[in-house]
């Protein structure tokens, strides 16, 4: 566990190290959260105005809360790791006494932390500017079930990410063109992180709940907004546990075939 | 050097396979929002269906067009950092021309006929007059000119800070703003990201004239501003190149 905590302070002060970056990286995502915020202020410029289900306050919460999700979720370190392996990098960890799924896991929730600093202190800025009418979720129980679905969301963000990641040790040249795909796009898109899916026509978002996307973001948010209740709730985390089962079996094969594959290039 | 850039990448196939599916769906996601957006609304910002697709289209046009010229910028770090740069200096090439468009990008290439269509054709149902047709023809041409311009700022400041990666990208972002109707954004940030940040007159603009929503001296305007940009740019550019000193090779 020590050895852990070392590589979370290491991997902290690394994501220091390199401060501009960093900065600039948080910078795009309040311009992507400025995108989102005043198209769906447009859209529901009178407060009466009610469009999929949502109204201004709940709407501009949803923005809000992907600021805030998107930095508990989505940030990890982990997108190196397809790097690592095209570049022969993970041998010297295969030859450590440190599991690589566990230093990842670590270096992950690292930049998690400094990621929710930040975006706590840009939804302040921002919540200052805008004034927006926001939605306060005071139940304790549903605030719970957030709380539950975003331990899910973030261990199935790690296994969606690393089976990308790992598909470097039969594609080495393509392990950010899969990343740029699945990960930049296709989970982006299908986890609510861009607009919300009650956009889409009803099949389509029942069709949605089976896969584990809207996990990621969306999910968590409906239950803070309310939309999702009771013996709803219970369904979406089980099928969400379900996944993070699913995926986490899946990861060990692939990662399994994919060391049996992998002839240390580069070294 | 276009030729050469499009074979490395049909040399890898697969990776243009991915990166062209990916493009596609994310232009397929928003397309799909807008409509199902509209479709409960009605309008956004006071625009139908028609002319907030033409705004989208307008941008992805004007994006992808600047992507496919320009993606040589994307590469530019490695060559500042490694001192690369020295040999493009010492060749009989401008080395403005080779950094900027010394690497067109066929992925952008094969995107950009379908694109161009489907804006045409939306642009057409909106009924244009010649007059606003000739407007969208040549602010669509100004906004290249500004991008050209945003994208030579983005090369200079490579040579003086030796960041690119996330400048190229926070351009990005801030052109991302354009994808929808600027009119959506409140003052003072639609001020600001129509003269300031010129996103308004690079990628709103062409839209609005063919909705005959900008007058004629308002078009004058914007090409004069766009030249003034891209001279400025020149300048910037030549300031940068009186700082790089050639440190790591």
Redo the contacts between chains.
């Keep these: 566990m020590k050895k852990y905590f070392q590589i979370f302070k290491i991997s902290f002060q690394q994501e220091f190290s390199y401060r501009l970056n960093f900065i600039m990286w948080r910078v795009r995502n309040v311009l992507q959260i400025i995108l989102t915020f005043f198209l769906w202020s447009s859209v529901f410029k009178n407060p009466q105005t009610e469009v999929f289900g949502y109204n201004q306050g709940k709407i501009l919460t949803y923005v809000f809360g992907i600021l805030l999700l998107r930095a508990i979720v989505f940030s990890a370190r982990a997108v190196d790791v397809a790097g690592e392996i095209s570049n022969g990098n993970i041998t010297n960890f295969l030859l450590k006494p440190v599991s690589y799924f566990k230093y990842w896991a670590t270096r992950d929730i690292a930049s998690k932390v400094l990621n929710l600093v930040f975006s706590v202190f840009e939804i302040t800025i921002l919540f200052l500017i805008l004034k927006p009418n926001l939605f306060l979720q005071t139940n304790l129980i549903t605030l719970f079930a957030v709380l539950i679905s975003l331990i899910f969301a973030i261990v199935l963000f790690f296994c969606l990410l690393f089976i990308t990641n790992i598909s470097a040790f039969w594609m080495p040249e393509n392990g950010w063109a899969a990343q740029f795909l699945f990960i930049g796009i296709i989970t982006d898109f299908l986890s609510g992180g861009v607009f919300p899916l009650d956009v889409l026509p009803f099949t389509l978002q029942r069709a949605l709940y089976s896969t584990p996307f809207p996990y990621l973001l969306f999910f968590p948010l409906q239950v803070y907004l309310g939309k999702i209740t009771g013996l709803e709730i219970v369904r979406g985390l089980v099928t969400s546990g379900a996944w993070v089962f699913i995926l986490f079996v899946i990861l060990k094969f692939i990662w399994a075939r994919g060391l049996r594959r992998y002839s240390a290039e580069g070294r | 050097m276009s030729r050469n850039s499009f074979l490395a990448v049909f040399n890898?196939r697969?990776?243009l396979l991915?990166?062209l599916?990916?493009k596609l769906?994310?232009f397929f996601?928003?397309f799909a929002?807008i409509i199902?957006?509209l479709k409960?609304?009605k309008s956004?910002?006071g625009y139908n269906l028609n002319q907030t697709l033409l705004f989208f289209l307008t941008f992805n046009l004007i994006d992808t067009l600047s992507q496919f010229l320009f993606r040589e910028v994307y590469r530019f770090r490695p060559l500042v950092v490694s001192g690369g740069f020295d040999l493009v200096l010492s060749k009989p090439v401008n080395a403005l021309f080779r950094s900027l468009m010394g690497g067109a990008d066929v992925i952008d290439l094969i995107t950009i006929i379908p694109l161009s269509i489907a804006t045409f054709y939306i642009a057409y149902l909106l009924n244009p007059s010649a007059l606003q047709s000739i407007y969208y023809l040549a602010l669509l041409i100004n906004g290249l000119v500004i991008a050209s311009a945003f994208h030579i700022f983005v090369l200079g400041m490579g040579i003086v800070t030796l960041?690119i990666?996330?400048?190229i990208?926070?351009y990005r972002?801030?052109t991302?703003?354009g994808?929808?109707p600027i009119?959506?954004?409140?003052e003072p940030?639609r001020g600001i990201i129509t003269f300031l940040i010129p996103i308004g007159i690079m990628l709103a603009f062409p839209a609005k004239a063919i909705m005959g929503l900008i007058t004629p001296a308002g078009v004058i305007w914007s090409i004069v501003f766009g030249g003034l940009l891209l001279s400025l740019s020149f300048k910037f550019w030549k300031f940068a190149l009186k700082k790089y000193t050639s440190a790591s090779s």
């Design positions: 890898q697969a990776a991915i990166f599916i990916g769906l994310r996601f928003f929002f199902l957006l409960g609304t956004l910002a960041e990666d996330h400048t990208m926070i972002d801030l991302a703003l994808r929808f009119d959506i954004y409140k940030l």
